[in-house]
């Protein structure tokens, strides 16, 4: 092929990139092929924590219901997610994990069509910079984790930006666009909506403008928080949420845990993070609210709870900040330019690992919620089959009215090869990395026949004998002390 072919075809690409709906294309691919590529290695789950744990195990009681009954019962945990995976499954026929294996890439595909659609139309950024950050974000490790697993936040971002865009355009059914826009943000995701709140409020505070046009546009979003937040308020209480309680940790801990966690995702970014701050209404709220969000639990008397949640979300101001900091130093010149493409290839190679599980340097920095790469359920996959050999005991060999403390990495699978699963067994999950002793107390209160607890072998708990074993998961069941 000719030079003069080449360059054509390299001309075309450029031209048809920098159009819109090429840029738009080109980032739901790059998106869905990055999320995409973990499904693909393994092949008869979908990978993440919270796919198998609280996903799975309601899709597949879809098929049949009534979206109202859906709607209804997972209200209080953003129904939006819910009804779309009711819709899907009850169209296609297909099983829960292949909808999961599917949904997860499409929906980060769109958030980074999203991110670029706002920093284009509602930041009006140029498409050099816009597309710089929509691309650095696609391999950012925070970007990553959250559309791991976190459907309900990575739906709801896409509404968020959404907002934001309509929120800037010169559009005469722009409050329209953002009140309805607000409204799927708060569905789909409640601390997601927090941060639009924070942002639109700031942003209105500091512009001068619109202030009370602002307020009555939010206004239904906000009732619709509260209504989820106070269940009191309306009897629309969700049936599947966890009855354990979360295991508290040290102070120190959980502050160490949230600068560990920030280190992880954002220190190869920070420098030019910091040398791209600017004054913007928009993006200076967004940041603020996510800091102080982020790190209140430096102060426990009046911190914010879900640090680890607003850390995530920090990816997105940080991005943008980050592409103005490359301006600052210059990289868009064309004697620096070769600096500029090893920087975000360093990034492309960081999350191109961290999406594979070929590299990854977070297993290196211990911490709660940023798992060490994206080939990864809330068990090894080599305990699967282990878990669902004792799940068949227990199935053919429990007790009427007896039942099991499930961990919550070991709560989705219970629930979906325990064949009687909350009829006679009752499945009582209780909090990751906590002792079930909350859970005991449960079952203990409710006067079951006989506990049971499903736990790795070698890591018994006191009270507890193993009376079936399957490699390294067993059977454990309570034995009172009194006994």
Known sequence: MSTLKLGNIHNSLFNFLKQNRGSCLFFFLLGLTLRGIPELLVSQYPVGYETITWYAPPIMTFPGRSVLDVFVQFFQ?????????????????AHAFTILKVVGPILYGSLIVSFFIFLKKGLKFEWKMAFLASFLLAFQIAALRDSWDRFRTVLALIFFFATLTALKSDSKHKWGAVTILAVLTALSREYVVLVLFATVLGFIFLAKKDRITSLVALGPAFTIFIVMVNPGLIKLASNYVSEGQYASRSYLWVVQDAFVIFAVCYL?????????????????????????????????????PGYQRWLMLLVFPFSVYAVWGFERFHLFNKRRIWMLAVIVMIFMIIGVGYSTGTFSYVGQMTNSYVAVNLVQSSISWDQVDDVKAVLTWLNENAVYNSSILAEECFYGWTLIYLQRANQDVKVIPYA????????????????????YLIWYTEQGFTNFETIHSKNAISVFQYVSKIA
């Open 432 to 451: 990751a990395a906590s002792p079930p002793m909350p859970a005991l107390e449960v079952a203990l209160h409710d006067g079951f026949n006989r506990i």
């Open 77 to 93: 945990s953003a129904p939006v997610f819910y009804v779309l995976m009711w819709l899907v499954s009850n169209v296609t026929g």
């Open 268 to 304: 190869l970014l920070l420098p030019f993070v910091l040398r791209g701050l600017r004054k913007d209404r928009l993006i200076g709220s967004m940041t603020g609210w996510l800091l102080l969000s982020s790190f209140s639990v430096i102060c426990p008397w009046f911190a914010i």
